[in-house]
């Protein structure tokens, strides 16, 4: 009799788990419908969050077209990028903001590779070995990673789509990572994102 109590009590504990899964994914993606497609306005603009959740959680991850973004807040702007790191898919939603030369980057948690979140520049600190006495300084790769162009209306942050004309590093990751990224495996949730 006890063995069946304690079974039950497991049951009904997995029972409950399987539903905060299922209901923390579902919150995860509120901004896209089931099908994967974003919430668009007639202007062509994507809905993203409000704008005082995003600054609260300082980072947000979102889907538009099936491709992962992270929205930053920080230092009161707001950034969007790919979400996945250009150099090898790395999760930016959970690398830390680093200050470098003014510029604020984001740290790639994989290979800590920074990359600015004003223009999407990779940066490395390199030498120049013609120089009397070589110390390393921070240069820029050029732009790796794609920016997302963001509008504040009404306390609601919208994105563009993105001009796919123009490629860069990061379209690649983003593709792969397509539908199946942070967000689609429900790891994350909008406040786990900031911790």
């Not at 969050?49 to 600054?55: P, S």
């Not at 980057?105 to 590779?113: E, N, S």
Request: charged share 25%; net charge negative.
């Amino acid at each position: 009799m006890l063995d069946l109590i304690i079974l039950s009590i497991h049951f009904f504990i997995c029972f409950l788990i399987s539903i905060a899964i299922w209901c923390g994914a579902k919150n995860v993606d509120s901004h896209s419908s089931s099908r994967g497609a974003a919430e668009m306005r007639p202007d062509g603009l994507i809905f993203i969050g409000k704008e005082e959740d995003i600054k609260k959680s300082g980072r947000i991850t979102a889907k538009i077209n099936g491709r992962e973004i992270v929205v930053f807040y920080h230092e009161g702007k707001f950034h969007a990028l790919d979400s996945r790191c250009y150099h090898e898919g790395g999760p930016l939603c959970r690398g830390e903001i680093e200050d470098i030369n003014g510029q604020a980057c984001i740290v790639c948690p994989w290979h800590k590779f920074k990359i600015t979140l004003e223009t999407g520049e990779g940066l490395y600190e390199g030498i120049n070995p013609l120089e009397p006495s070589p110390t390393p300084q921070w240069q820029s790769k050029g732009v790796k990673q794609r920016i997302h162009k963001l509008t504040i209306d009404n306390g609601s942050i919208y994105v563009c789509p993105p001009d796919l004309s123009v490629s860069f590093d990061s379209d690649y990751f983003a593709e792969k990572y397509k539908n199946g990224g942070e967000l689609a495996m429900g790891k994350q949730s909008h406040s786990e994102v900031a911790e």
